[in-house]
């Protein structure tokens, strides 16, 4: 139904609802919100008469009765696809299966996921290990995502050996590495830290990914002597900060001009 301005209100946030939904539908019935801010434009039949069409959908999708759930910060599922989507491994998280070893798992690639579409909206060529390829974070496998596949030749063998298993790298235009990411959502850091270590004559960010509340648990880690090298070079991202982050960055590519 085309949109009339002599509907009802009610009528045109029924509209925006249902754009929502077909949006995630067209997205394989998963999608995160960057995913869905990026494409639910594209829906014909849809018009946002609202300067903040962006705070519209995150609420439709934060809503519980339209069909529509929270898998996990950031990420969204239709009620008729949870099946499917639980089939691979998408699980909605909760308390009770928050520390399981198949949520630990779906933690790595989906943050992974994010770093790696993060990089691709700054202009980044970004990879992840081939081990990871076929890995699916949302409606997609790290593989289709990252724009490297291959690492570049950046260093000596030791050093590309040692980078080559490193969870994220972002690189600049002359295929050297800007930055670091290292998704840690159980293990105590030690073996990301040593890799940094190996990698410390590099002028790239070092960052640890985690959630939230090990950032003491980070602190204290990197203070041992053996990590003296890298203690001011090594930094803690938050799960919650990089979803914002992403979040904003696909809002701001949506902006005419960057001042």
Not at 13 to 21: C, D, K, L, P
Not at 221 to 233: G, H, L, M, N, Y
Request: aromatic letters at 12%; glycine letters at 4%.
């Amino acid at each position: 139904m085309r949109f009339n301005k002599k509907l009802p209100i009610f009528v045109l946030i029924m509209n925006q609802v249902e754009a929502v939904r077909q949006t995630i539908e067209m997205l394989g019935g998963v999608a995160t919100l960057a995913q869905i801010n990026q494409n639910v434009f594209k829906i014909g039949d849809c018009q946002w008469k609202t300067k903040t069409p962006y705070a519209s959908i995150r609420r439709i999708v934060r809503h519980n009765k339209v069909g529509i759930y929270r898998i996990k910060p950031g990420l969204y599922g239709l009620e008729t696809f949870r099946r499917q989507l639980e089939a691979n491994g998408m699980i909605e998280e909760t308390p009770a299966n928050r520390d399981t070893e198949a949520m630990r798992e779906f933690n790595h690639y989906y943050y992974q996921g994010l770093l790696v579409e993060y990089g691709n909206m700054k202009q980044m060529g970004t990879y992840v290990p081939r081990q990871d390829f076929h890995r699916r974070y949302s409606n997609r496998e790290l593989g289709e995502v990252c724009t490297l596949k291959s690492l570049p030749h950046f260093s000596t063998d030791k050093v590309m050996r040692r980078s080559s298993t490193i969870d994220v790298i972002w690189f600049n235009k002359r295929d050297l590495p800007d930055s670091f990411f290292e998704v840690e959502h159980s293990t105590d850091f030690q073996n990301s830290l040593l890799k940094y270590d190996d990698l410390c004559d590099f002028s790239a960010r070092m960052i640890i990914v985690a959630d939230k509340r090990r950032k003491a648990e980070f602190d204290k880690k990197i203070k041992a002597f053996a990590f003296e090298p890298i203690v001011s070079r090594v930094e803690f991202l938050s799960y919650d900060s990089l979803i914002r982050q992403y979040n904003m960055a696909q809002e701001r590519m949506s902006l005419d001009v960057l001042l």
